[in-house]
């Protein structure tokens, strides 16, 4: 029998979901993010990169093809797994994880180009599947290998569907894990980014053999929701960034001289870079070079992988800030629906927006809330540590400081941080839930006087503010940078109006389900209540918009796929004309 896996965020599943449990039922799309769930940052990074060097990407006419499509690559080793998923414009594509690399290196080897004349001949893990010169044989025999396959791993839920989900929890805390499972990015996300990744790094690989492209930002830290972007850095060669001592070593490599600003030199580089992206790798489109910034990047959309990237060439700092982030969301529960939230929050009354602007960031939101966690009462501890406390728990092997001299130097094991606090707080724990925190979180924030002070989240107190910037969030690692250096004075004025207002509303609206009993009408059991009243009210500025707007285009629901249907379709893998 073939094995299909159903991919989703189902309802039921969701539903069951209890408040306070860690364990409680997850959705089986993000069962392989669940794999790597409990492994440290650079754990998890190097088994996505290896899976990523396990994988090839194919564009295939419909999902129908991946039999014949699994059949044909079982040829060429033993497949781990196969991820189907449509991008808009009804473009198929399938993920293979093959278990060994070298399988992938057998099939690129055997794969071939079409009108070799009019391509670029370039090579690379971004495949098509074309119709085979003789005719497939329509059914399959028990002797073949089962086809393991996920279809349409990428679904998002619609608007609507995630607002009856939502509506359909059993608690105002249980809204919030809702919401977070099925918004954050699942396993094919992260797969599709870190095969992303790898393009670039094959790409450039005989110049630069050491090379790694590392993502960061939301696509690793824990806080990634469906379709976020992808934040890459290059690092050209990471061996020689580690303190080995080659001083013994009598070749040496010949090589161009750096020029002295070293700036400039980023610059050239990135421009460079950017004619490859554009002229040369399959799939990369609308490539924009942003030099002047504080760290220069090239934007481009990866059209197989519907992934939009930020490619940077010298940002480690910000890596080691990614791995900072995703430990203190790991060291609890409530930490990332808590901030899922909060960003749904202000994504929905128009404080967050997608381009760049004046306005508040995701990341500094995030900031926000996880200084808010840092914070104790007179009898409860804090649900999160300082950095302090970080730097101080720091072992022999947690030691890291980049090339431009930034102290990145904290405790990566989780659960020794975790010992630590349960251990060392003279204090009751902090065991409230989602919905209190939430509570918490716009009380905190409207009594917070921005004007006069800073978030640091190195000792979790405020501070007197360095300059006149409308808002400061002092960056944890370089300590003299303002993380919400680009909101204006407007935007912190609305913020704060914005942290008024929903407290206020958190007082009047309904944070508990209405009966469904047959004494109540349909029509009071569709009333919104939490956070769909929360978003939905008319005091909100995003009265009139579409309640959790999800900027992705909808694709069909997943399903279990009819197998017997599927053999007997013809085979309608993309012909020679499809390039
Ligand atoms: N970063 C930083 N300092 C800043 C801005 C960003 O260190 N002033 C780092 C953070 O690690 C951040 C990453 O760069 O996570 C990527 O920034 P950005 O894309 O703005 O934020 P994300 O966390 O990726 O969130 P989003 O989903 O909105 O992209
Ligand atoms: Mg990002």
């Known amino acids: 029998a073939k094995l299909y896996k159903r991919t989703s965020y189902l309802l039921p599943a969701l539903r069951k979901s209890t408040v306070g449990n860690k364990n409680?039922?997850?959705?089986?799309?993000?069962?392989?993010?669940?794999?790597?769930?409990?492994?440290?940052?650079?754990?998890?990074?190097?088994?996505?990169?290896?899976?990523?060097?396990?994988?090839?990407?194919?564009?295939?006419?419909?999902?129908?093809?991946?039999?014949?499509?699994?059949?044909?690559?079982?040829?060429?080793?033993?497949?781990?797994?196969?991820?189907?998923?449509?991008?808009?414009?009804?473009?198929?594509?399938?993920?293979?994880?093959?278990?060994?690399?070298?399988?992938?290196?057998?099939?690129?080897?055997?794969?071939?180009?079409?009108n070799r004349k009019e391509v670029i001949p370039v090579r690379s893990p971004f495949l098509w599947f074309r119709a085979p010169n003789k005719p497939l044989q329509p059914n399959h025999t028990s002797s073949e290998p089962p086809t393991p396959v996920e279809i349409n791993g990428n679904n998002?839920?619609?608007?609507?569907?995630?607002?009856?989900w939502i509506q359909a929890a059993e608690s105002f805390s249980d809204q919030i894990l809702v919401l977070h499972r099925a918004t954050s990015l699942n396993d094919l996300g992260s797969r599709l980014r870190f095969l992303t990744a790898r393009q670039i790094e094959l790409a450039l690989s005989g110049l630069f053999p050491q090379i790694t492209v590392m993502p960061f930002g939301s696509s690793v830290n824990g806080f990634g929701k469906a379709a976020c972007d992808l934040d890459l850095v290059l690092l050209a060669d990471k061996e020689e960034t580690n303190d080995e001592d080659n001083s013994d070593?009598?070749?040496?490599?010949?090589?161009?001289?750096?020029?002295?600003?070293?700036?400039?030199?980023?610059?050239?580089?990135?421009?460079?870079?950017?004619?490859?992206?554009?002229?040369?790798?399959?799939?990369?489109?609308?490539?924009?070079?942003?030099?002047?910034?504080?760290?220069?990047?090239?934007?481009?959309?990866?059209?197989?992988?519907?992934?939009?990237?930020?490619?940077?060439?010298?940002?480690?700092?910000?890596?080691?800030?990614?791995?900072?982030?995703?430990?203190?969301?790991?060291?609890?529960?409530?930490v990332r629906p808590l901030v899922f939230a909060v960003r749904s929050w202000a994504r929905e009354i128009g404080l967050t927006n997608p381009t760049p602007g004046r306005w508040i960031t995701n990341f500094s939101l995030t900031l926000l809330v996880l200084f808010y966690l840092q914070q104790h009462s007179k009898h409860k501890g804090p649900v999160l540590p300082t950095l302090n406390t970080m730097i101080s728990l720091a072992g022999s092997g947690d030691h890291r400081i980049t090339s431009e001299g930034v102290n990145c130097t904290f405790i990566r094991d989780v659960s020794q941080l975790c010992h630590h606090m349960a251990s060392s707080s003279k204090k009751l724990p902090n065991t409230d839930n989602l919905e209190t925190l939430f509570i918490g979180f716009f009380e905190f924030y409207s009594s917070f006087d921005f004007t006069t002070h800073a978030i640091s989240l190195t000792n979790g107190t405020s501070v007197t503010k360095p300059d006149h910037s409308p808002m400061y969030i002092a960056n944890p690692l370089e300590r003299g940078l303002n993380v919400s250096k680009n909101v204006s004075h407007d935007e912190t004025e609305r913020l704060r109006i914005e942290f008024r207002n929903t407290a206020w509303m958190l007082e009047s609206v309904s944070l508990t389900p209405h009966e469904t009993s047959l004494t109540v009408s349909q029509k009071k059991a569709d009333e919104a209540w939490g956070l769909t009243a929360l978003f939905e009210a008319p005091q909100?500025?995003?009265?009139g918009r579409n309640i959790f707007y999800l900027p992705t285009q909808r694709v069909p629901p997943p399903r279990i796929m009819d197998v017997s249907n599927l053999f007997q379709q013809d085979t309608d893998e993309v012909g020679d004309s499809f390039v």
């Open 156 to 164: 998002i839920p619609a608007p609507a569907e995630l607002r009856n």
């Open 249 to 334: 070593c009598r070749i040496v490599f010949h090589a161009k001289t750096l020029l002295t600003n070293g700036r400039t030199q980023v610059q050239r580089h990135m421009e460079t870079l950017g004619d490859m992206v554009q002229m040369l790798l399959p799939g990369c489109s609308h490539v924009r070079r942003i030099l002047q910034a504080r760290v220069p990047i090239i934007k481009y959309h990866q059209d197989l992988t519907g992934v939009e990237c930020d490619l940077s060439m010298t940002n480690m700092s910000a890596l080691y800030m990614s791995e900072l982030l995703y430990i203190l969301g790991a060291s609890d529960w409530r």
């Open 540 to 543: 909100s500025a995003a009265k």
């Open 24 to 114: 409680a039922p997850k959705s089986s799309s993000h069962e392989g993010q669940a794999a790597t769930q409990n492994m440290s940052f650079e754990n998890m990074v190097e088994s996505r990169r290896e899976e990523a060097c396990r994988s090839i990407l194919v564009q295939v006419h419909s999902e129908q093809s991946c039999f014949h499509l699994h059949k044909y690559c079982c040829q060429y080793g033993e497949v781990k797994g196969m991820h189907h998923y449509s991008l808009p414009g009804s473009s198929h594509f399938v993920l293979v994880e093959f278990t060994h690399k070298a399988n992938v290196d057998h099939i690129l080897k055997c794969s071939s180009h079409v």
